[in-house]
Every structure is written in C-alpha cells, then in structure tokens.
C-alpha cells in the first residue's frame, strides 16, 4: 500500500441497522484525480466523514501513505496531510477572509498555539495565506468578513483553507454545489490547477465536471462500491447508467 | 511574496490590529483619577475592580472561547479560601505570594474539571458549570474546621505589600493593590486574545467543526483557556479576601457566578473592554439605589436588565457601536 495516498480496507459504518458503508475498497493514488459519485444518499460524504475521522468507523481499516490511521484523531490526520472542503461551508464566518485562512496555515505550521506574540506579527504565516487568496483571486476580499461574501466567493475560501494545510491528499466534497454557473467556472479552474502533486478525491454531481477532471471514477450506491474504472468505461457501463446517469438525466 | 513584494494592506491591517488604541487608555485614566476624586468610596472602588478583574476572566472563556459557565464563581471561592485559609491556618499572611497561591490552586481545579466537563457543549455544560459551584459550595459549607462554614473565616491579618504598604481603614491601598493587579492581569488578557492561540479560540467559538478540519488540538486549547481564566478567577477571589480580610460562603455560589455573568452581558462579551464596563455600571447602579430605594431596588435592577436584552443585546459597547455607525451614516 506504500504508492497509495490513501487506501481503506473492508470499511463499514451502520447506525444501528441501517448500514452506510459496507466493505468499502478504496484506493487513491499518489497524485490521483479521482471522483467519486453515485445517487443522494449513497453514502459518499459518509465516506468523507469515516476517512477524516469525523466518523468512526463500526469495522475495518484507513491508510494514509501506507500508515494505519483509523484510530488517529481528526487534528492527527491533519496533521499527515489529510485535507477537506465541506459539502456545507464550515467557515469562521465572523471573521474576515485573511484571518479565516490565516488560521489554517497557523495550524499547519505549528505557529498556532503561541500565547506570548501578537498573531497578525507572524508575517510567514499571513504573508502564506495571502498568497494563497492571490492564488485563489480572491485577495481583493482579503480584509471583508466572509459572511459579508457571496457564496460562491466562500466557497473558494473553504478550498482556501484546505490549501492552506499543504495536504498531500485533498478531499473536495462538492465544491461547486449551489453555486450560480458564472461563479463555479473560477471554481473549477482552481481545481484544475491543483498542484500536480496533491492527491485529489472530488464528489461532485455536475457530471460536466467530472469527467473533464478525473482520470479514475467510482461510483457508490448505497453505502458500497458499485463500479471503479477510467471515465470511458463508467461511461460505457450499463449499470451507471441505470443507477446514476439515467436517474441524474431525469432528475 | 518575498521582499520586492511592497508589503499589502490586509496584511499591514491584521499586523497592525493589535496596536494599542488611545481609547484603551480611558479605563486606566478613570480608575486613577477615581482614586482622588471619590476618595472616600475607595472600599467601594476595590470590590469594583474585583470584579472588574473577574469578569474579565469570564470574558475570556465565555466571549473568545464561547464556553457558556454558571459555575466561574467555583474559582473565584477557591481563589479566596486558599488565601483565607493560608492566613488564619498556615499562618501565611503575606499577600504576594498568597495571591499566587489562590491562582494556582483555582488554576489546577480548572484544569481538573475542564478535563471532565469541557467534553460537552450547550446545556449539558451548563449544567456541570452548575454542579462544580454547587459540590464545592458544600464542601466549603460543610468542612468547618477549614474554613469556618457558614460564619467564614473572619479578621485575619495581612502582612503589608512588599513589606511596605500597609492595608489602612480608608482602602487606599487596597484600591491601588487592586488597581495594579488588574492592570497587569489586563496587559496578559490583551496579549492573549490577540496572540494565536487567543485567535484560534475565536475559531473554535465561530466554527468548531472547522477547528477539527485544520487539525487544531480543540479539546487542549479550551482546557489551557479555561485553566488561565479560572486562575485569574482565583486571584480575583483571593483580592477580594486580602482586601475585606474575610471569606464567607458568599464567594462560592451560584449567584456570585450569575451575577457576574450579568455584569459582562451589560458591559458588551467578547470584546475585552465589557468587562470594565459591566460591574460599575451595575454596582454603582446597586450601591445607590440600594440607598435610596431600599425596598424596591432589585426592581430597578430587573428594569435595567430587561431594557439592555431589548436594546442592547451587546451590551453597553455594542449599543454604542450601533450609535456610532448611525451617526457615521447620518453624516454621510
């Protein structure tokens, strides 16, 4: 498992009967564009949720670079590289937009529980997060609190401050959702210039955008694995398109 | 981002919001000057900045961390007993180092009792808040051979400051006693709230989920605040008993830790200077209608209580926030 970002062996969740994951494979290579879909309710933000230790697992296994994480906290896998957006902004929204990703690189560079310096003299730290709002073209919000930003904006802060923690596999929970078309067109120019060398899993139901990235697709159905493959064979394959693609055209 | 790069605003701005505001000077500049002016309310002045001091710890844990406490008041008694009981049992008398004592102490059991009840949130918290005042109230209450039970422990001595400045009739110096350790405790509440680890409290209070996500260690930062808030808590309580030289059951209760809270929610939570806004509003506003309306005072105090959570949800200095962007845009 050494070449893989992140793997997960026979992974299950139940709550109570109801079963949210079960024997869950999962692979992601080093430097992966990989997405993962499948209908509402499939399970897949769960998955999130078990892979960052939000959840805890009923059975089975995390790796992260050939570690065993399962048993490690949220801030701990962190701390090993382990990024994510929400599906849900989870932003300081009372605090402006520097600060929020200030934060995030203040963790990640240990800098974060100081008691006896100022924070806003730690230049390393905000001169970091700056650059990354530049990156992001949203350093002309830098000083706005986020709650005064449209969504879309926040959502590019969310991705932000996932790339404020320089993690080695980044977990994207929807980042274009519920954002107007004009706004999620930045968004997915900023994920397309992901550094090469992040290992990226992305949930995302804009199939457009899925297949434009990914080079690997898994597709979840209730709680398991339905199908993995290259983006042509998911496409190509029956039973996608009768649990997901058919449903989603609908829909 | 390296040195050709002129240094940009946002960046300039968050390295310079910490910088010291002439405006935070008015406090100081009151307190001294209340020292001449109303000299013979000194007694008065102290048990203020007492709790001036006390609500400034509560606006720490309860304004930057968000941990909601009916319980601060646990520390507080603590605070108070240590250098009570170090006095009339130890023989211990001295006031620097008693005060030490109390802040130790009031810090080692918010350390304890962090690690048990900042494992929950909301009203369950709440609650325990409420179970920490209420055992040690009784245990205070029921170990009279220590601390004197319901009578307290009364009339110890203690020694003169530095050897030098004796406690006298008039509170003079306890007024200034107080008065300087307040400041130093203001200067170290001020470096904190501003310093990383005071912002990364301000973000487990806005998004804990968020905390988790960026891999802050949650759990240790609260109890590390909540342990510096309840030592201050403690030196506040050990103030109040060098300067009354007495500590009843009264400093151990419920009601001092609702009335405290009362006190910041009037000065403005979350803002550092609510703290020292709260309890002389309330206690002037106590000590003289108490005086002139000796039967229908707490009336007058429920009155003041109920106009400020109608208009004034962020206290006195959020009202005066609300104004000033008013006029601000009147004058546009």
Redesign the interface.
């Known amino acids: 498992m050494n070449d893989l970002a992140l793997a997960t062996t026979a992974l299950c969740k139940n709550f109570g009967a109801l079963t949210v994951a079960q024997n869950i494979d999962f692979r992601l290579a080093s430097g992966a564009r990989h997405a993962l879909i499948g209908p509402n309710g499939a399970g897949k933000t769960t998955f999130i949720n078990l892979i960052?230790g939000?959840l805890a697992p009923s059975s089975g296994r995390i790796w992260l670079a050939g570690e065993d994480i399962t048993d490690l906290s949220?801030?701990?896998?962190?701390?090993r590289g382990l990024g994510?957006t929400?599906q849900i902004n989870?932003?300081?929204?009372?605090?402006?937009v520097?600060?929020n990703v200030?934060?995030?690189v203040?963790?990640?560079a240990g800098?974060?529980?100081?008691?006896?310096?100022?924070?806003?003299?730690?230049?390393a730290v905000?001169?970091?997060a700056?650059?990354l709002l530049e990156a992001l073209r949203i350093?002309d919000d830098?000083?706005k609190l986020v709650k005064e930003l449209p969504y879309g904006r926040q959502r590019l802060v969310e991705i932000a401050?996932a790339l404020?923690?320089r993690p080695k596999v980044l977990l994207l929970d929807e980042p274009a959702a519920g954002v107007p078309a004009d706004e999620s067109a930045i968004i997915l120019e900023v994920i397309d210039r992901l550094p090469s060398g992040i290992a990226v899993l992305i949930i995302e139901h804009d199939m457009d955008l899925v297949f434009r990235f990914a080079r690997t697709i898994t597709v979840m159905v209730q709680g398991t694995v339905l199908v993995e493959g290259a983006p042509a064979e998911i496409a190509a394959d029956a039973r996608v398109r009768e649990v997901y693609l058919g449903e989603g055209r609908h829909g | 981002?390296l040195a050709p790069n002129p240094t940009?605003?946002?960046?300039e701005?968050?390295?310079?919001?910490?910088r010291l505001r002439p405006l935070e000077l008015a406090p100081w500049l009151v307190a001294g000057a209340s020292f001449y002016v109303f000299d013979i309310y000194l007694p008065l002045g102290a048990q203020i900045l007492i709790n001036v001091l006390f609500a400034l710890s509560l606006d720490l844990i309860l304004g930057y961390a968000g941990i909601v406490t009916l319980g601060h008041a646990a520390f507080f008694g603590v605070g108070a007993y240590t250098v009570g009981i170090l006095a009339v049992h130890g023989g211990w008398a001295e006031p620097l180092t008693g005060l030490i004592a109390a802040g130790i102490l009031a810090g080692v059991l918010g350390i304890v009792t962090g690690l048990v009840i900042l494992r929950t949130h909301g009203l369950t918290l709440l609650m325990l808040t409420l179970a920490v005042v209420f055992m040690l109230y009784e245990a205070a209450n029921k170990a009279t051979h220590i601390t004197g039970g319901a009578d307290g422990l009364q009339a110890f001595a203690i020694d003169p400051i530095l050897g030098l400045f004796r406690f006298d009739l008039f509170g003079r110096t306890a007024y200034l006693y107080t008065l300087a350790v307040l400041f130093i405790a203001w200067a170290f509440v001020r470096?904190?709230v501003?310093?990383?680890?005071?912002?990364?409290l301000?973000?487990v209070r806005?998004?804990v989920?968020?905390m988790?996500?960026?891999?802050?260690?949650?759990r240790r930062?609260l109890v590390t605040a909540y342990a510096i808030s309840a030592a201050l808590a403690g030196i506040a309580g050990g103030l109040l008993a060098q300067t009354t030289q007495f500590v009843g059951l009264n400093t151990i209760t419920f009601e001092r830790s609702g009335e405290i809270l009362i006190m910041l929610i009037l000065g403005g939570v979350g803002r550092l200077y609510g703290a020292f806004i709260g309890p002389p509003l309330f206690m002037i506003a106590q000590d003289t209608l108490a005086k002139n309306e000796p039967v229908f005072w707490l009336f007058y105090i429920g009155l003041l209580l109920v106009l400020v959570v109608m208009f004034a949800r962020g206290g006195v200095l959020g009202l005066i926030d609300t104004l000033w962007a008013w006029f601000v845009r009147r004058r546009r």
């Open positions: 960052t939000r949220q801030a701990a896998r962190v701390k994510r929400f989870q932003l300081f929204r009372g605090l402006s520097l600060e200030t934060l995030a203040g963790e990640r800098a974060a529980g100081d008691m006896f310096r100022f924070a806003g003299s730690n230049r905000v001169e970091e700056y650059g350093a830098a000083s401050i404020g923690l | 981002m940009v605003a946002p960046v701005q968050l390295a310079r919001s910490h470096l904190l501003h310093s990383p680890f005071g912002r990364s301000t973000g806005e998004n989920t968020r988790h996500a960026i891999g802050a260690p949650v930062r």
